[in-house]
């Protein structure tokens, strides 16, 4: 940090926001974030801005300073871009609050809502903005890496359903990005947010939803994983858009909640959302019965405002985590065969899924936005949750082994959110080569600098 203790000084008095450093009482609790594997980062300094134009001059004294800028709303991000070694940290969390239009069927949304907020304020018009699975997520980091979560094969990507957004450029500057007013920055701003602004606002097009999602979980012993996914892989191309379909393979822990033939074991389960009408439920998922028969099934409806919060504590603050991803379009034999291996030794709390893609998230070309991998049929996923940093190795590397499995299944395109790490060849991955250029002439047009780099970057 090169800002002296007068610039420091300077830059409070012209701040009505929270300005905190090292040694300050509150400085331990302000610099935690979501994933404690990310959670012994000592930033410089911590802001929370109360406007867009505090947003500005934090930004400012970041770039005066040559502080490295990390930017939060709701700290869940999965490679630790929330925070950072010796820089800035521009907190959102001051940003919050949900304002929706029922007439326009439209949302406002500061750049510190939580997801729980937006579903809220929208559930109260009969209205929802297809969103992600834990209510404290923030919707900024959510949406800018293009926002998968219950009802996108229905409703679409979160980036799908967004109409403007307005943010702070690298040089201080409060523009507005949508369709008709820079359109560029809007089409890289969808899937590659994070290299161009900081969001301090984002505005929906919301949808009638009634509020009732209907659930599904049928559980398999692993004897049965190939008949289960051939199930699973044939209703892709069939099923409903109102159907949204995720394969897991883990073990059956904890046991009790298991019947005994498969407490403990490796196991397949096939959880279910349907966001249709109610009276199209059973013809619309006859297909996910007609592989054998599960030996534990559970299906009701259930509100969405409850579903939605139900993971919350479960995924609450403080404890370590690792996501990757990527999209295939099918997992060989093989490959099903060593991940039912892995699953035998898996940690307990890691898991391998298959989650179906297509619907409304296909009916867009790819090339419409920069977020990539639409024409995929299905996002591959390996996670871990465990506690004792001293298990980091074992959970992390069961993971990237999972990964390491299907890689020759794998098509073009990764969801941003899903990718834990950075580097050239992860962006690469993540956008595919066919859009860095592009993405690359806008990153030089609105961050030559490349003052917001943490994140899954574009070089300039």
């Given at each position: 940090?090169?800002?002296?203790?007068?610039?420091?000084?300077?830059?409070?008095?012209?701040?009505?926001?929270d300005?905190?450093?090292?040694?300050?009482?509150?400085?331990?609790?302000?610099?935690?974030?979501w994933?404690?594997?990310?959670?012994?980062?000592?930033?410089?300094?911590?802001?929370?801005?109360?406007?867009?134009a505090?947003?500005?001059?934090?930004?400012?004294?970041?770039?005066?300073?040559e502080?490295?800028?990390?930017?939060?709303?709701?700290?869940?991000s999965?490679?630790?871009?929330?925070?950072?070694?010796?820089?800035?940290?521009?907190?959102?969390?001051?940003?919050?609050?949900?304002s929706?239009?029922?007439?326009?069927?439209?949302?406002?949304?500061?750049?510190?809502?939580?997801?729980g907020?937006?579903?809220?304020?929208?559930?109260a018009?009969?209205?929802?903005?297809?969103?992600?699975?834990?209510?404290?997520?923030?919707?900024?980091?959510?949406?800018l890496?293009?926002?998968?979560?219950?009802?996108?094969?229905?409703?679409?990507?979160t980036i799908?359903n967004?109409?403007?957004?307005?943010?702070?450029?690298?040089?201080g500057?409060?523009?507005?990005?949508?369709?008709?007013?820079?359109?560029?920055?809007?089409?890289?701003?969808?899937?590659?947010g994070?290299?161009?602004?900081?969001v301090?606002?984002?505005?929906?097009?919301?949808?009638?939803f009634?509020?009732v999602l209907y659930?599904?979980?049928?559980?398999?012993?692993?004897?049965q994983a190939?008949?289960?996914?051939?199930?699973?892989?044939?209703?892709a191309?069939?099923?409903?858009?109102?159907?949204?379909?995720?394969?897991?393979?883990?073990?059956?822990?904890?046991?009790?909640?298991?019947?005994?033939?498969?407490?403990?074991q490796?196991?397949?389960?096939?959880g279910y959302?349907?966001?249709?009408d109610?009276?199209s439920?059973?013809?619309?998922?006859?297909?996910?019965?007609?592989?054998?028969?599960?030996?534990l099934?559970?299906?009701?409806?259930?509100?969405?405002?409850?579903?939605?919060?139900?993971?919350d504590?479960?995924m609450?603050?403080?404890?370590?985590?690792i996501?990757e991803?990527?999209?295939?379009?099918?997992?060989?034999?093989?490959?099903?065969?060593?991940?039912?291996?892995?699953?035998?030794?898996a940690?307990d709390?890691?898991?391998?899924s298959?989650?179906?893609?297509?619907?409304?998230?296909?009916?867009?070309?790819?090339?419409?936005?920069?977020?990539?991998?639409?024409?995929?049929?299905?996002?591959?996923?390996?996670?871990?949750d465990?506690?004792?940093?001293?298990?980091?190795?074992?959970?992390?590397?069961?993971?990237r082994?999972?990964?390491?499995?299907?890689?020759?299944?794998?098509?073009?395109?990764?969801?941003?959110n899903?990718?834990?790490?950075s580097?050239?060849?992860?962006?690469?991955a993540?956008?595919?080569?066919?859009?860095?250029?592009?993405?690359?002439?806008?990153?030089?047009?609105?961050?030559?600098?490349?003052?917001?780099r943490l994140n899954?970057?574009?070089?300039p």
């Open positions: 940090m090169t800002s002296t203790a007068a610039q420091l000084a300077t830059f409070k008095d012209g701040f009505t926001g300005v905190i450093v090292p040694g300050d009482d509150d400085y331990d609790l302000a610099r935690r974030v994933n404690t594997r990310w959670g012994d980062r000592r930033p410089a300094l911590i802001v929370r801005p109360r406007n867009a505090e947003v500005a001059t934090a930004i400012r004294f970041g770039r005066d300073g502080l490295q800028v990390a930017v939060r709303s709701g700290a869940h999965n490679s630790g871009h929330s925070t950072v070694d010796g820089g800035l940290v521009i907190d959102l969390s001051l940003l919050r609050g949900v929706v239009d029922p007439m326009a069927r439209t949302a406002r949304v500061n750049g510190g809502a939580l997801l907020e937006l579903d809220i304020a929208a559930q018009h009969g209205l929802v903005c297809p969103v992600g699975v834990v209510g404290h997520t923030g919707v900024a980091g959510l949406t890496g293009g926002g998968i979560g219950r009802l996108q094969r229905n409703l679409g990507l799908d967004l109409r403007a957004v307005e943010l702070i450029t690298a040089d500057r409060l523009v507005r990005a949508s369709a008709t007013e820079e359109p560029e920055l809007f089409w890289g701003v969808r899937g590659a994070p290299n161009f602004g900081v301090t606002a984002f505005e929906f097009d919301l949808k009638p009634g509020g659930r599904g979980t049928l559980v398999y012993p692993a004897s190939h008949q289960v996914w051939a199930m699973v892989r044939d209703a191309t069939t099923l409903p858009a109102a159907v949204s379909v995720v394969m897991t393979l883990g073990r059956a822990v904890p046991a009790s909640d298991y019947p005994r033939s498969v407490a403990g490796p196991v397949v389960i096939v959302n349907h966001s249709g109610a009276g439920v059973e013809r619309d998922v006859a297909q996910l019965h007609a592989g054998p028969r599960p030996v099934a559970s299906e009701k409806g259930a509100r969405y405002l409850e579903i939605q919060t139900a993971n504590l479960a609450g603050w403080g404890h370590r985590s996501i991803s990527a999209y295939a379009d099918d997992v060989s034999p093989a490959a099903l065969d060593a991940l039912l291996e892995l699953v035998e030794r940690p709390g890691a898991t391998f298959m989650s179906l893609m297509g619907g409304a998230i296909g009916r867009m070309a790819d090339d419409a936005m920069a977020y990539t991998g639409r024409a995929a049929r299905f996002d591959l996923s390996a996670d871990s465990w506690d004792d940093a001293s298990q980091d190795e074992l959970n992390m590397g069961w993971v082994e999972a990964m390491s499995i299907v890689e020759p299944d794998l098509a073009v395109g990764r969801y941003a899903g990718v834990s790490g580097s050239a060849e992860l962006t690469r993540i956008f595919g080569d066919s859009k860095m250029l592009r993405l690359a002439a806008l990153k030089r047009a609105w961050d030559p600098d490349n003052v917001f899954h970057n574009i070089a």
